[in-house]
Protein backbone atom coordinates (compact mmCIF):
# COMPACT_ATOMS: atom_id res chain seq x y z
CA UNK A 1 0.00 0.00 0.00
CA UNK A 2 0.59 4.07 -0.20
CA UNK A 3 1.62 4.85 3.39
CA UNK A 4 1.68 8.49 2.20
CA UNK A 5 -2.24 8.45 1.48
CA UNK A 6 -3.09 7.26 5.69
CA UNK A 7 -1.70 9.67 8.26
CA UNK A 8 -1.28 8.53 11.81
CA UNK A 9 -4.08 9.71 13.85
CA UNK A 10 -2.74 7.94 17.24
CA UNK A 11 -6.31 8.27 18.03
CA UNK A 12 -6.14 5.79 21.45
CA UNK A 13 -9.24 3.77 22.47
CA UNK A 14 -12.95 5.45 22.44
CA UNK A 15 -16.39 4.51 21.49
CA UNK A 16 -16.27 4.34 17.31
CA UNK A 17 -15.80 0.85 15.70
CA UNK A 18 -15.41 0.55 12.08
CA UNK A 19 -16.44 -1.77 9.38
CA UNK A 20 -15.13 -0.66 5.91
CA UNK A 21 -16.01 -2.97 2.92
CA UNK A 22 -18.99 -4.61 1.13
CA UNK A 23 -21.38 -6.15 2.83
CA UNK A 24 -22.40 -9.87 1.89
CA UNK A 25 -21.91 -13.92 3.01
CA UNK A 26 -18.70 -13.62 3.22
CA UNK A 27 -18.14 -11.27 5.88
CA UNK A 28 -19.56 -12.94 9.11
CA UNK A 29 -22.32 -10.65 9.45
CA UNK A 30 -24.00 -12.41 12.02
CA UNK A 31 -20.21 -12.15 14.02
CA UNK A 32 -20.08 -8.45 13.15
CA UNK A 33 -23.64 -8.05 15.18
CA UNK A 34 -22.95 -10.26 18.22
CA UNK A 35 -19.64 -8.26 18.84
CA UNK A 36 -21.49 -5.16 18.32
CA UNK A 37 -23.48 -6.13 21.36
CA UNK A 38 -21.35 -7.31 23.44
CA UNK A 39 -19.41 -4.15 22.89
CA UNK A 40 -22.81 -2.42 24.14
CA UNK A 41 -22.59 -4.64 27.09
CA UNK A 42 -19.36 -2.94 28.50
CA UNK A 43 -20.55 0.83 27.43
CA UNK A 44 -23.74 1.96 25.48
CA UNK A 45 -21.96 4.78 23.65
CA UNK A 46 -20.58 1.92 21.58
CA UNK A 47 -21.01 2.59 18.16
CA UNK A 48 -20.29 0.74 14.80
CA UNK A 49 -19.49 3.00 11.80
CA UNK A 50 -20.05 1.20 8.42
CA UNK A 51 -18.69 1.99 5.15
CA UNK A 52 -19.56 -0.19 2.78
CA UNK A 53 -22.52 -1.87 0.52
CA UNK A 54 -24.68 -4.35 0.64
CA UNK A 55 -24.03 -6.69 -2.35
CA UNK A 56 -27.05 -9.30 -1.68
CA UNK A 57 -30.76 -7.85 -0.82
CA UNK A 58 -30.87 -10.70 1.81
CA UNK A 59 -28.36 -10.17 4.22
CA UNK A 60 -29.49 -6.38 3.86
CA UNK A 61 -33.22 -7.43 5.17
CA UNK A 62 -31.47 -10.14 7.55
CA UNK A 63 -28.70 -7.43 9.16
CA UNK A 64 -31.79 -4.45 9.12
CA UNK A 65 -34.12 -7.03 11.66
CA UNK A 66 -31.78 -8.03 13.29
CA UNK A 67 -29.95 -4.71 14.37
CA UNK A 68 -33.73 -4.23 15.62
CA UNK A 69 -34.47 -7.14 17.37
CA UNK A 70 -31.10 -6.40 19.10
CA UNK A 71 -31.76 -3.22 20.13
CA UNK A 72 -28.98 -2.03 18.56
CA UNK A 73 -30.41 0.67 16.22
CA UNK A 74 -28.58 3.59 18.02
CA UNK A 75 -25.59 1.58 17.57
CA UNK A 76 -25.23 1.07 14.01
CA UNK A 77 -25.04 3.80 11.61
CA UNK A 78 -24.70 2.91 7.73
CA UNK A 79 -22.74 5.45 6.06
CA UNK A 80 -22.61 3.74 2.67
CA UNK A 81 -19.97 3.92 0.31
CA UNK A 82 -16.93 6.04 1.25
CA UNK A 83 -14.85 7.29 -1.11
CA UNK A 84 -12.52 9.25 1.03
CA UNK A 85 -11.54 5.86 3.61
CA UNK A 86 -8.96 8.39 5.37
CA UNK A 87 -10.59 11.01 6.08
CA UNK A 88 -13.39 8.06 7.55
CA UNK A 89 -11.05 6.76 9.53
CA UNK A 90 -10.06 10.18 11.06
CA UNK A 91 -12.95 9.65 13.71
CA UNK A 92 -12.28 5.84 14.80
CA UNK A 93 -10.97 3.62 17.28
CA UNK A 94 -10.84 0.55 16.08
CA UNK A 95 -11.18 -1.49 13.28
CA UNK A 96 -13.57 -4.91 12.84
CA UNK A 97 -13.37 -7.61 10.78
CA UNK A 98 -15.30 -11.00 11.44
CA UNK A 99 -14.81 -12.65 7.94
CA UNK A 100 -14.70 -16.59 7.92
CA UNK A 101 -12.17 -16.29 5.44
CA UNK A 102 -10.01 -13.12 3.78
CA UNK A 103 -6.89 -12.81 1.54
CA UNK A 104 -5.01 -9.54 2.33
CA UNK A 105 -7.38 -7.44 4.12
CA UNK A 106 -6.96 -3.83 2.73
CA UNK A 107 -9.65 -2.22 5.35
CA UNK A 108 -7.13 -3.45 8.30
CA UNK A 109 -4.05 -2.79 6.51
CA UNK A 110 -5.53 1.45 5.58
CA UNK A 111 -6.65 1.64 9.21
CA UNK A 112 -3.49 0.02 11.17
CA UNK A 113 -1.44 2.82 8.64
CA UNK A 114 -3.38 5.74 10.65
CA UNK A 115 -2.90 4.09 13.94
CA UNK A 116 -6.38 2.47 14.56
CA UNK A 117 -6.54 -0.73 16.34
CA UNK A 118 -7.61 -3.59 14.30
CA UNK A 119 -9.83 -6.98 16.08
CA UNK A 120 -9.48 -9.47 14.09
CA UNK A 121 -11.77 -12.63 13.57
CA UNK A 122 -9.55 -16.04 13.32
CA UNK A 123 -10.22 -16.72 10.07
CA UNK A 124 -7.23 -19.08 9.06
CA UNK A 125 -4.11 -17.18 7.83
CA UNK A 126 -4.93 -14.11 10.08
CA UNK A 127 -2.29 -14.93 12.76
CA UNK A 128 0.42 -15.36 9.64
CA UNK A 129 -0.32 -11.72 8.53
CA UNK A 130 -1.18 -9.84 11.87
CA UNK A 131 -0.08 -9.95 15.68
CA UNK A 132 -1.45 -12.88 17.33
CA UNK A 133 -2.63 -10.28 20.43
CA UNK A 134 -5.39 -8.55 17.93
CA UNK A 135 -6.55 -11.67 17.01
CA UNK A 136 -9.67 -13.28 18.79
CA UNK A 137 -11.97 -16.79 18.50
CA UNK A 138 -14.79 -16.19 20.53
CA UNK A 139 -17.26 -13.50 21.54
CA UNK A 140 -15.50 -13.70 25.53
CA UNK A 141 -11.96 -12.84 23.35
CA UNK A 142 -13.55 -9.63 21.21
CA UNK A 143 -14.53 -8.35 25.06
CA UNK A 144 -10.82 -8.65 26.94
CA UNK A 145 -9.58 -7.48 23.66
CA UNK A 146 -12.15 -4.72 23.42
CA UNK A 147 -11.21 -4.46 26.88
CA UNK A 148 -8.01 -4.13 26.97
CA UNK A 149 -5.88 -0.91 27.66
CA UNK A 150 -3.05 -1.83 25.30
CA UNK A 151 -3.19 0.62 22.49
CA UNK A 152 -0.12 1.72 20.35
CA UNK A 153 -0.37 3.48 17.15
CA UNK A 154 2.84 3.68 16.29
CA UNK A 155 3.22 -0.09 16.73
CA UNK A 156 0.45 -0.28 14.65
CA UNK A 157 1.86 1.80 11.85
CA UNK A 158 5.11 -0.02 12.07
CA UNK A 159 3.74 -3.23 11.39
CA UNK A 160 1.79 -1.85 7.92
CA UNK A 161 5.30 -0.27 6.99
CA UNK A 162 7.63 -3.40 7.56
CA UNK A 163 4.91 -5.72 5.96
CA UNK A 164 2.73 -4.26 3.47
CA UNK A 165 4.72 -0.79 2.34
CA UNK A 166 4.80 -0.66 -1.35
CA UNK A 167 7.56 1.99 -0.95
CA UNK A 168 9.32 -1.39 1.25
CA UNK A 169 8.41 -4.08 -0.62
CA UNK A 170 7.92 -3.91 -4.60
CA UNK A 171 11.71 -3.68 -4.91
CA UNK A 172 11.75 -6.73 -3.58
CA UNK A 173 9.41 -8.45 -5.33
CA UNK A 174 10.58 -7.06 -8.47
CA UNK A 175 14.10 -8.51 -7.59
CA UNK A 176 13.05 -11.65 -6.59
CA UNK A 177 10.88 -12.30 -10.20
CA UNK A 178 13.40 -10.92 -11.73
CA UNK A 179 15.45 -13.78 -10.26
CA UNK A 180 12.94 -16.46 -11.09
CA UNK A 181 13.22 -15.12 -15.19
CA UNK A 182 16.84 -15.11 -14.65
CA UNK A 183 16.94 -18.39 -13.88
CA UNK A 184 14.21 -19.33 -16.09
CA UNK A 185 15.88 -18.20 -19.20
CA UNK A 186 18.55 -20.02 -18.12
CA UNK A 187 17.25 -23.26 -18.15
CA UNK A 188 15.64 -22.98 -20.88
CA UNK A 189 19.40 -22.19 -22.52
CA UNK A 190 20.25 -25.11 -21.35
CA UNK A 191 17.43 -27.23 -22.39
CA UNK A 192 18.21 -26.07 -25.38
CA UNK A 193 21.45 -26.53 -25.78
CA UNK A 194 21.12 -30.07 -24.71
CA UNK A 195 18.48 -30.65 -27.73
CA UNK A 196 21.00 -29.27 -30.27
CA UNK A 197 23.62 -32.21 -29.28
CA UNK A 198 20.89 -34.89 -28.79
CA UNK A 199 18.68 -36.57 -31.45
CA UNK A 200 15.08 -35.89 -31.23
CA UNK A 201 13.45 -36.66 -28.58
CA UNK A 202 9.92 -38.76 -29.21
CA UNK A 203 9.01 -39.10 -25.61
CA UNK A 204 5.44 -37.25 -24.95
CA UNK A 205 6.89 -36.05 -21.36
CA UNK A 206 9.67 -33.81 -23.58
CA UNK A 207 7.85 -33.21 -26.58
CA UNK A 208 5.19 -34.36 -29.01
CA UNK A 209 6.79 -34.43 -32.69
CA UNK A 210 4.77 -32.96 -35.40
CA UNK A 211 5.13 -35.34 -38.19
CA UNK A 212 8.77 -34.88 -40.41
CA UNK A 213 9.46 -32.22 -42.88
CA UNK A 214 12.37 -31.59 -44.58
CA UNK A 215 14.18 -28.99 -43.97
CA UNK A 216 16.77 -26.65 -45.80
CA UNK A 217 19.92 -27.86 -43.68
CA UNK A 218 20.64 -31.49 -44.57
CA UNK A 219 16.81 -32.58 -44.13
CA UNK A 220 16.83 -32.80 -40.55
CA UNK A 221 13.51 -33.38 -39.32
CA UNK A 222 11.15 -30.53 -37.51
CA UNK A 223 9.61 -30.83 -34.17
CA UNK A 224 7.03 -28.92 -32.47
CA UNK A 225 6.68 -28.31 -28.76
CA UNK A 226 2.72 -28.68 -27.98
CA UNK A 227 3.67 -28.83 -23.92
CA UNK A 228 3.65 -24.87 -22.78
CA UNK A 229 5.00 -24.71 -19.15
CA UNK A 230 2.66 -22.87 -16.92
CA UNK A 231 4.11 -21.32 -14.01
CA UNK A 232 2.92 -22.95 -10.40
CA UNK A 233 2.48 -20.09 -8.11
CA UNK A 234 -0.58 -18.24 -9.94
CA UNK A 235 -2.96 -16.52 -7.79
CA UNK A 236 -6.81 -16.49 -7.89
CA UNK A 237 -9.40 -14.00 -6.58
CA UNK A 238 -12.77 -15.40 -5.71
CA UNK A 239 -14.34 -12.12 -7.03
CA UNK A 240 -13.62 -10.64 -10.25
CA UNK A 241 -16.13 -7.58 -9.71
CA UNK A 242 -14.28 -6.83 -6.35
CA UNK A 243 -10.86 -6.62 -7.79
CA UNK A 244 -11.52 -4.48 -11.32
CA UNK A 245 -13.29 -2.08 -8.72
CA UNK A 246 -10.68 -1.78 -6.33
CA UNK A 247 -7.86 -1.58 -9.65
CA UNK A 248 -9.93 1.44 -10.78
CA UNK A 249 -10.06 3.44 -7.68
CA UNK A 250 -8.80 6.79 -7.42
CA UNK A 251 -7.91 6.91 -11.56
CA UNK A 252 -9.53 8.17 -14.47
CA UNK A 253 -11.17 5.17 -16.38
CA UNK A 254 -12.24 3.78 -19.77
CA UNK A 255 -14.30 1.35 -18.98
CA UNK A 256 -15.38 -0.78 -22.51
CA UNK A 257 -17.93 -2.72 -22.46
CA UNK A 258 -19.76 -1.36 -19.78
CA UNK A 259 -23.41 -2.47 -20.89
CA UNK A 260 -25.18 -5.31 -19.08
CA UNK A 261 -26.59 -6.78 -22.29
CA UNK A 262 -29.73 -7.55 -21.78
CA UNK A 263 -30.31 -7.33 -18.05
CA UNK A 264 -29.69 -3.47 -17.87
CA UNK A 265 -32.52 -2.26 -16.74
CA UNK A 266 -32.97 -4.38 -13.94
CA UNK A 267 -29.61 -3.77 -13.00
CA UNK A 268 -29.94 -0.13 -13.23
CA UNK A 269 -32.93 -0.23 -10.87
CA UNK A 270 -30.98 -2.48 -8.28
CA UNK A 271 -27.94 -0.37 -8.42
CA UNK A 272 -26.07 -4.27 -9.07
CA UNK A 273 -23.68 -4.00 -12.13
CA UNK A 274 -20.04 -3.32 -12.25
CA UNK A 275 -19.90 0.47 -14.08
CA UNK A 276 -21.87 1.82 -10.60
CA UNK A 277 -19.85 0.28 -8.59
CA UNK A 278 -16.67 1.64 -10.31
CA UNK A 279 -17.90 5.28 -10.95
CA UNK A 280 -18.81 5.11 -6.77
CA UNK A 281 -14.67 5.09 -6.14
CA UNK A 282 -13.05 6.03 -9.82
CA UNK A 283 -11.99 9.86 -10.01
CA UNK A 284 -13.70 9.72 -13.68
CA UNK A 285 -15.21 7.40 -15.57
CA UNK A 286 -16.69 6.75 -19.14
CA UNK A 287 -17.65 3.70 -20.36
CA UNK A 288 -17.81 2.38 -24.24
CA UNK A 289 -19.86 -0.29 -25.74
CA UNK A 290 -21.53 -1.41 -28.66
CA UNK A 291 -25.21 -1.87 -26.91
CA UNK A 292 -27.13 1.00 -28.56
CA UNK A 293 -30.20 0.61 -26.01
CA UNK A 294 -28.05 -0.15 -22.47
CA UNK A 295 -25.83 2.95 -23.36
CA UNK A 296 -29.22 4.76 -23.96
CA UNK A 297 -30.00 3.07 -20.12
CA UNK A 298 -26.70 4.72 -18.95
CA UNK A 299 -27.19 7.93 -20.27
CA UNK A 300 -30.20 8.42 -18.41
CA UNK A 301 -28.59 6.87 -15.28
CA UNK A 302 -26.16 10.37 -16.16
CA UNK A 303 -23.34 8.31 -17.20
CA UNK A 304 -21.06 9.76 -20.08
CA UNK A 305 -20.92 6.67 -22.53
CA UNK A 306 -20.31 6.33 -25.97
CA UNK A 307 -21.07 3.91 -28.72
CA UNK A 308 -17.61 2.30 -29.71
CA UNK A 309 -16.70 -0.76 -31.62
CA UNK A 310 -13.04 -2.08 -31.03
CA UNK A 311 -12.75 -3.56 -33.84
CA UNK A 312 -14.17 -0.51 -36.52
CA UNK A 313 -14.05 2.83 -34.63
CA UNK A 314 -9.90 2.99 -33.64
CA UNK A 315 -9.93 7.00 -34.04
CA UNK A 316 -12.72 6.97 -31.16
CA UNK A 317 -11.01 4.74 -29.08
CA UNK A 318 -7.71 6.28 -29.65
CA UNK A 319 -9.74 9.78 -28.61
CA UNK A 320 -11.04 8.37 -25.69
CA UNK A 321 -8.21 6.93 -24.13
CA UNK A 322 -6.19 10.09 -24.24
CA UNK A 323 -7.89 11.38 -20.62
CA UNK A 324 -7.36 8.14 -18.59
CA UNK A 325 -5.43 6.26 -16.19
CA UNK A 326 -6.28 3.14 -16.66
CA UNK A 327 -8.98 1.17 -19.49
CA UNK A 328 -10.78 -2.04 -18.87
CA UNK A 329 -12.19 -4.47 -20.92
CA UNK A 330 -13.83 -6.83 -18.64
CA UNK A 331 -15.30 -9.91 -20.42
CA UNK A 332 -15.65 -8.64 -23.79
CA UNK A 333 -12.70 -10.11 -25.99
CA UNK A 334 -14.43 -13.57 -26.13
CA UNK A 335 -17.84 -11.29 -28.08
CA UNK A 336 -15.10 -9.78 -30.98
CA UNK A 337 -14.95 -11.66 -34.17
CA UNK A 338 -11.24 -10.27 -35.03
CA UNK A 339 -9.80 -9.52 -31.36
CA UNK A 340 -6.09 -9.07 -33.31
CA UNK A 341 -7.95 -6.32 -35.20
CA UNK A 342 -9.25 -4.71 -31.51
CA UNK A 343 -5.93 -5.41 -29.60
CA UNK A 344 -3.96 -4.17 -32.63
CA UNK A 345 -6.07 -0.37 -32.93
CA UNK A 346 -5.64 -0.18 -28.86
CA UNK A 347 -1.93 -0.94 -29.22
CA UNK A 348 -2.17 2.23 -32.16
CA UNK A 349 -3.98 4.38 -29.25
CA UNK A 350 -0.17 4.52 -27.92
CA UNK A 351 -1.35 4.42 -24.32
CA UNK A 352 0.89 4.05 -21.66
CA UNK A 353 -1.38 3.31 -18.75
CA UNK A 354 -2.24 -0.44 -17.69
CA UNK A 355 -5.17 -1.96 -19.50
CA UNK A 356 -7.06 -4.93 -17.30
CA UNK A 357 -8.80 -7.66 -19.70
CA UNK A 358 -10.88 -10.24 -18.04
CA UNK A 359 -12.52 -13.49 -20.01
CA UNK A 360 -14.00 -16.88 -18.92
CA UNK A 361 -11.14 -19.65 -18.72
CA UNK A 362 -11.43 -22.39 -21.97
CA UNK A 363 -10.54 -24.87 -18.90
CA UNK A 364 -13.16 -23.77 -16.08
CA UNK A 365 -14.00 -27.23 -13.90
CA UNK A 366 -17.47 -25.66 -13.46
CA UNK A 367 -17.50 -25.74 -17.35
CA UNK A 368 -16.30 -28.79 -18.07
CA UNK A 369 -18.74 -30.75 -15.29
CA UNK A 370 -21.86 -29.41 -17.06
CA UNK A 371 -20.58 -31.56 -20.39
CA UNK A 372 -21.59 -34.38 -18.90
CA UNK A 373 -25.51 -33.52 -18.80
CA UNK A 374 -24.64 -32.76 -22.26
CA UNK A 375 -24.87 -28.23 -21.13
CA UNK A 376 -22.15 -26.09 -22.41
CA UNK A 377 -22.13 -23.52 -20.00
CA UNK A 378 -21.00 -20.42 -22.23
CA UNK A 379 -23.48 -17.16 -22.96
CA UNK A 380 -24.89 -17.22 -26.19
CA UNK A 381 -23.06 -14.48 -27.67
CA UNK A 382 -19.40 -15.72 -27.31
CA UNK A 383 -17.38 -16.29 -29.93
CA UNK A 384 -14.39 -18.57 -28.58
CA UNK A 385 -12.38 -19.86 -25.30
CA UNK A 386 -9.44 -18.40 -24.24
CA UNK A 387 -6.41 -20.50 -21.91
CA UNK A 388 -4.19 -18.55 -20.09
CA UNK A 389 -1.27 -19.96 -22.83
CA UNK A 390 -3.15 -18.73 -26.16
CA UNK A 391 -4.61 -15.56 -24.10
CA UNK A 392 -1.13 -15.08 -23.39
CA UNK A 393 0.00 -15.65 -27.05
CA UNK A 394 -2.52 -13.65 -28.44
CA UNK A 395 -1.38 -10.41 -26.14
CA UNK A 396 2.11 -10.55 -27.10
CA UNK A 397 1.33 -11.37 -31.27
CA UNK A 398 -0.54 -7.81 -30.98
CA UNK A 399 2.46 -6.05 -28.98
CA UNK A 400 1.36 -6.05 -25.23
CA UNK A 401 3.41 -7.61 -22.34
CA UNK A 402 1.55 -9.47 -19.20
CA UNK A 403 2.33 -7.01 -15.77
CA UNK A 404 -0.10 -9.10 -13.68
CA UNK A 405 -1.59 -12.89 -14.31
CA UNK A 406 -4.58 -14.08 -11.90
CA UNK A 407 -7.12 -16.99 -11.79
CA UNK A 408 -10.72 -15.93 -10.79
CA UNK A 409 -13.77 -17.95 -9.58
CA UNK A 410 -17.05 -17.43 -8.20
CA UNK A 411 -17.23 -19.26 -4.43
CA UNK A 412 -20.57 -21.06 -3.21
CA UNK A 413 -21.34 -22.44 -0.08
CA UNK A 414 -22.86 -25.63 -1.12
CA UNK A 415 -20.95 -29.05 -2.05
CA UNK A 416 -20.75 -28.21 -5.67
CA UNK A 417 -18.63 -25.02 -4.09
CA UNK A 418 -17.25 -26.95 -2.54
CA UNK A 419 -15.67 -29.49 -4.65
CA UNK A 420 -14.72 -26.59 -6.90
CA UNK A 421 -12.90 -24.89 -4.15
CA UNK A 422 -10.93 -28.08 -3.53
CA UNK A 423 -9.80 -28.36 -7.18
CA UNK A 424 -8.81 -24.76 -7.13
CA UNK A 425 -6.60 -25.32 -3.98
CA UNK A 426 -5.27 -28.03 -6.56
CA UNK A 427 -4.68 -26.59 -9.67
CA UNK A 428 -5.68 -22.64 -10.27
CA UNK A 429 -5.66 -22.83 -13.92
CA UNK A 430 -9.05 -24.47 -13.40
CA UNK A 431 -10.58 -21.33 -12.08
CA UNK A 432 -13.43 -19.73 -13.87
CA UNK A 433 -11.85 -16.91 -15.47
CA UNK A 434 -8.42 -15.17 -16.59
CA UNK A 435 -7.25 -12.36 -15.11
CA UNK A 436 -4.49 -9.84 -16.89
CA UNK A 437 -3.17 -6.68 -16.25
CA UNK A 438 -0.97 -5.78 -19.50
CA UNK A 439 0.73 -2.34 -20.75
CA UNK A 440 1.61 -1.55 -24.81
CA UNK A 441 5.60 -3.14 -24.55
CA UNK A 442 6.71 -0.48 -27.19
CA UNK A 443 7.39 -2.62 -30.38
CA UNK A 444 6.18 -2.84 -33.31
CA UNK A 445 3.83 -5.64 -33.02
CA UNK A 446 3.33 -8.53 -35.06
Same mark, same amino acid.
Given at each position: ?19 ? %? ?5 ? @????? +???? /?? $? ?5 ? !? ?20 ? *? ?8 ? !?? @? ?12 ? #? ?46 ? !???? =? ?20 ? /???? /??? $? ?41 ? @?????? &??? =?????? *? ?15 ? %? ?5 ? @? ?19 ? &? ?5 ? =? ?52 ? $? ?30 ? +? ?13 ? #? ?8 ? /? ?8 ? +? ?40
Amino acid at each position: MELDRYPLHRNGPGRNICYV %GYLNHKK @GLSLL +LQCV /RE $AVKIDRL !FKLHVAGDFQEERFKVYMHHLI *GEMGLTDNVQ !FH @GWVKDVPAFLREMN #YVISTSPWEGCPNNLIEAMACGIKPLIHNWKGSRQLFPESLVFNSLDD !FEEL =LRSTDYDSDSYRRHVEVNFNAA /RNMP /RID $AFLASLLAARQSDRRSSQSRKTTLPVSHEVSDQIAAPPTPTSE @GGQSET &INF =LQPLGK *GIGFVDNRKQFTVDFCR %GKRVLHI @GCVDSGIMKQRIRENNYLHYH &IGRVAKK =LVGADVDEKGLARLKQASYEVHKLDLETDANLLRELSRDADVIIIPEVIEHLSN $AGLALQNLKDCDFHGDILITTPNAFSCRAHKM +LSQNVELVHPDHNCY #YSVTTLATLL /RKHGFRIERL +LMYYWPSNDATGREFADILRACPYYGEGIIAVVKADGRPSG
